[in-house]
């Protein structure tokens, strides 16, 4: 029996940050035909709101350090406002879309990451679970899920967690029930071979591809998680994973990751 299609997008910081950008992302987002899943991210808005309230906010690597009040910023920023505001443009434009972060529906579970090579990162989870059956439930009977970078641990805990991780460890546990194509987007057109060159788009990288180009310098920095998170899809079921721009999830440009 052949599975249903579905498409999971994940949005990053700067689109949500940008109105107009985020508009158009919805609208070509409410024309994707079929199932579908929107994950996002909006770590600048966080940093903003931080600094705003006075607080410093520390990076190690491209991720944020989460002690107890920046755990509170992020909640309140990642769950809260963005996470609210794409229900409601969605909602505009026809689409019954319901925010979740990882707690509710006890959908992401996660565990507090450990402290490694003197890094504490503090409040930050690294997911061990995703209820498939319960996440599939929900898209087939209540709302188009709409899922912010918080997961929990069971015990109360709620845990800042990397939103591409979340994609790709949604989009491994719906491959059980559906055929899945997984979307990542930001600001280039896809994995460049140039930094400097926006159409140097690598149009496929697989695993041999992946190592030669982190070894030659090409994939680099933020790109090199993003990635292996795009393998690691793939290694466990997903059908494709496309990384594009945001004004390209129709899928039909960008690097295609086998």
């Known amino acids: 029996m052949m599975k249903?299609?579905?498409t999971i997008v994940k949005v990053g910081g700067a689109i949500v940050e940008d109105e107009g950008m985020l508009n158009q992302l919805l609208a070509d987002f409410q024309a994707i035909e079929g199932r579908k899943v929107l994950v996002h991210g909006g770590g600048r808005k966080a940093t903003k709101m931080a600094a705003a309230l006075g607080l410093e906010t520390q990076m190690v690597g491209g991720r944020r350090i989460t002690d107890a009040a920046m755990l509170e910023v992020v909640t309140m920023v990642y769950g809260g406002l963005?996470?609210?505001a794409i229900v409601a443009g969605l909602q505009?434009?026809?689409?019954?879309?319901m925010g979740l972060t990882g707690a509710d529906g006890n959908i992401i579970r996660s565990h507090k990451r450990p402290v490694k090579d003197g890094i504490d990162?503090?409040?930050v989870g690294d997911v061990d679970t995703v209820d498939a059956d319960r996440l599939s439930y929900i898209i087939e009977h209540v709302g188009m899920p709409v899922i912010a970078p918080?997961?929990?641990d069971g015990q109360g805990h709620l845990l800042n967690t990397n939103a591409d991780t979340m994609a790709s460890c949604v989009a491994k546990a719906l491959a059980q029930h559906y055929e899945v194509t997984l979307i990542y987007t930001f600001e280039k057109k896809g994995v460049l071979s140039n930094p400097d060159d926006e159409d140097s788009v690598i149009p496929v990288i697989t695993h041999a591809d992946f190592a030669?180009?982190?070894k030659a310098g090409v994939i680099?920095?933020?790109m090199i998680p993003k990635v292996e998170n795009a393998l690691a899809a793939i290694d466990e079921g997903v059908s494709k994973v496309i990384i594009t721009l945001a004004s390209a999830i129709d899928g039909k440009q960008g690097t295609i990751i086998k």
């Open 121 to 123: 990162y503090g409040f």
């Open 82 to 84: 963005v996470n609210k």
């Open 92 to 97: 505009a434009k026809g689409v019954n879309a």
């Open 220 to 222: 680099s920095g933020g």
């Open 4 to 6: 249903e299609k579905i």
């Open 212 to 214: 030669q180009l982190v």
């Open 150 to 152: 918080l997961t929990y």
